[in-house]
């Protein structure tokens, strides 16, 4: 089993090429080491919770001030760094180059409201302190177990988020 684990934190491949075939992507290491995701990390309640910011491609942090954000979660048992590879945020903010896009991690990939709720809050306030980005256009999407999360903050926090997209979860 952890010869397994062990490819997964290498390599991870799915039905990703034009074609339908499978085709490698980022490793972790990669991931975190490339420049392309700034990584931060805030503590709460005890536990670290890392997030990557993704500014579109040729975005300086000064071009980033006032940019919308887009707070994409990811679902349960997939780290942000296998999520982001697929979920096509950043090849769209590469492609217009409106929006930033943060990718935060669950302890354990599993978002739970009761321990992340606060956290994913001062994650959002970090990124907006640091980089500028504009405090009224923060949206909020997620997959699967994300999507769920995605919902409960949306609705326990009104007008926090300018919209809320919930994907592939229950509603």
């Keep these: 089993a952890s010869e397994g684990m062990e490819f997964f934190s290498h390599v991870i491949r799915w039905k990703n090429g034009p074609d339908g075939t499978l085709a490698p992507r980022r490793t972790k290491a990669e991931f975190y080491s490339d420049g392309r995701y700034l990584h931060h990390e805030v503590t709460c ?3 670290s919770y890392h997030y990557a910011v993704y500014l579109p491609e040729g975005c300086s942090r000064a071009d980033a001030r006032d940019l919308p954000l887009v707070l994409s979660l990811h679902g349960r048992g997939e780290p942000t760094w296998i999520f982001a590879a697929k979920n096509g945020w950043e090849e769209l ?16 990939n599993v978002w739970s409201y009761d321990r992340d709720a606060q956290a994913l809050e001062l994650v959002v306030g970090q990124a907006i302190a640091e980089y500028g980005f504009d405090p009224t256009r923060v949206y909020i999407t997620g997959f699967s177990n994300g999507a ?24």
């Design 93 to 108: 903010a590469d492609e217009t180059g409106d929006f930033a896009v943060l990718l935060p991690d669950s302890p354990g």
């Design 45 to 47: 309640g005890g536990g």
């Design 148 to 171: 769920v999360f995605t919902c409960q903050m949306a609705t326990s926090t009104p007008g926090y988020f300018a919209a809320a997209s919930p994907w592939n979860g229950p509603s």
